[in-house]
């Protein structure tokens, strides 16, 4: 299959994805993991499609609103940092070419591919920095506005990475 082709599948699956997480939008959750099974079957880049249940479907659901926040993102630049910093997705050069969606696109998609528990580490981190700098602590959230969205959430990371 052109690579072209695989393109086009990975981003007509990330659509899938993304309109699934739209609230008055009903997706039938089997039904998407069945055909998402299927297309990558097709696609043969994966042999053993782990299939995610709803409750993880629904939480990949959110990253692109995450990444797509341009206070908390900027440029495509901080959204390829953070996935391969704290997603620890492996990131290719042309990537930094593509526009700000289809990087999330891509990013989304290679989230899909890594194991369940990595991403709800990653989803465990992000709602414990959230309500640190949302309700708890003040002095985080200073942190945030004095060095900056990112610089504040790779320092958070990098502790709680060495708590676990």
Request: contains cysteine; aromatic residues 10%; negative net charge.
């Amino acid at each position: 299959m052109k690579k072209e082709t695989k393109d086009a599948l990975y981003s007509l699956l990330d659509l899938m994805d993304m309109l699934g997480s739209i609230d008055f939008i009903k997706v039938d959750i089997d039904r998407a993991n069945r055909i998402r099974k299927e297309v990558l079957d097709v696609i043969g880049d994966k042999k053993e499609v782990t299939i995610l249940d709803s409750s993880t479907d629904e939480l990949l659901g959110v990253l692109p609103v995450i990444l797509l926040d341009s206070k908390k993102f900027p440029s495509t630049k901080e959204i390829l940092k953070f996935a391969e910093k704290c997603l620890n997705i492996k990131i290719k050069n042309y990537w930094q070419k593509r526009s700000r969606a289809e990087v999330v696109g891509i990013i989304i998609n290679e989230v899909y591919e890594q194991s369940p528990e990595q991403f709800n580490n990653f989803l465990k981190a992000w709602n414990e920095f959230s309500n640190e700098t949302n309700h708890q602590n003040m002095n985080a959230k200073q942190n945030v506005e004095n060095i900056g969205f990112m610089d504040a959430w790779f320092q958070f990371f990098d502790s709680y990475k060495g708590v676990e």
